[in-house]
């Protein structure tokens, strides 16, 4: 009781045999372990096997061997391999994520989650191997085709599951703060991950129609040098050229630069004119034309930006491909200034806003705009939602069931665990477990309705982020 703790928690993927990297670092634990007991803590030392995951479905696709026992083959191998290393691990608490045991309290989390409002169902886009008949990560994409199937790889609309993280960004920006000893980089690449950025919303109408185009914008102060709107292929407003040859044109070649955010940022910048005219909010009589543009995320923002050319790059480039208006607004202290100038200075060019500092004059805008009515000020994050559902087998069945009325509601918990099917082919592509002949089949016990359960399964990542917990 008046010992204190200390936890040192290991939890490799267990991939056939322990390599040196294995060694090295449990050595390192061991080192650790062994100090920390000495000094009289009570110390937990235990091993794990994240053991989902699919060079599991891989390799049982080409040995015949179900993934269950090529990973149990595996574990028993490694885990012989590590006791002939001698190090002080406690054996009696190994776990395992593809153990029922393991994965009931996995869904038992789910199911409180969800209920709490911190999972939903939302329908996004992916990255679709229409081979594989899969979703792959960004990663898995290898210009712009499926890395097994080589096939051009689509991008589609799905519905997914997601743990709401982004409801936590201002915690985990805060957060960074205590990281002491954390090396700064890190926290760098951390906080530019959260991406937090002021900014504000307008409101564009268009000339002509009742539409509007709603823009996020982080330099409201170049308002005045806005000489284009640019909208994303997904915005609703892109739907209306769906049939439209040219437009087809334009989206088969930005289709061909890959679906990665890098990819799309270093891409050469493509547009399709949509002849829509925007009107200027400050300028009277002032409008400006609205392209479909290849540069323009539909996840960020509002899926569409003004474009200023003297003062960002990629509107620069855009603008002197279709030779559009350069209006310089921002100007150095220097005497001529290379454009695109991206750096503070005075306003000028910019009516009530000249001679202003760029700061001043985002502060001004903001406030017109709200006066307005045509916007108001806005803080975005770059983080997104972490989508958790995949189309395996190899993984923790998401304890969720349909319902004929469409509803989508979670099992009981006396139900738990939800267990994966043994008899499953992995030979056919597709979703194995939507495949399978019966597994999906199941009752409503409220109700005693029929009822299909979810087919899709956890990331492993969701395996990986408890497991110190049950180890305690
Ligand atoms: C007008 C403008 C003028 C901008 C200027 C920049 C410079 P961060 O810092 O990453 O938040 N933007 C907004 N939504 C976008 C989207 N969905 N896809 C691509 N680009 C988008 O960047 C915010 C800036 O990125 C916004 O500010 C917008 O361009 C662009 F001289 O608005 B800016």
Redesign the pocket.
Known sequence: KNKKFYCLEMFPYPSGRIHMGHVRNYTMGDVVARYKSLKGFNVLHPMGWDAFGLPAENASRENNLSPMKWTKENIDQMKKQLKMLGLSIDWSKEIATCDPSYYKHQQELFIDFYNNGLISRKETYVNWDPVEKTVLANEQVINGKGWRSNALVERKKLYQWFLNITKFSDDLLDGLKNLDGWPDKVKLMQKNWI?K?F?CEIIFDIDNTDEKIKV????PD?IFGATFLAI?PDHKISKKFYQNQDFLKFKEISSKIGTTEEAIALAEKHGFDTKLKAKHPFIKNKLIPVYIAN???ME??E?A??G?PA??QRDFEFAKKYNLEIIQVVKSDGEKDTLPYTSGGKIINSDMLNGMDVEKAKIEVIKKVENLKIGKKKI?Y?LKDWGISRQRYWGCPIPMIHLKNGQIVPVDKSELPIKLPDNIDLKSSGNPLENHKDWKRTIYKKTGEPALRETDTLDTFVDSSWYFIRFC
């Open positions: 991406g950025s900014g996020f914008t982080t330099r170049t994303s540069f323009v995320l960020y923002g899926g930006i003004f200023c003062h960002d975005q770059r």
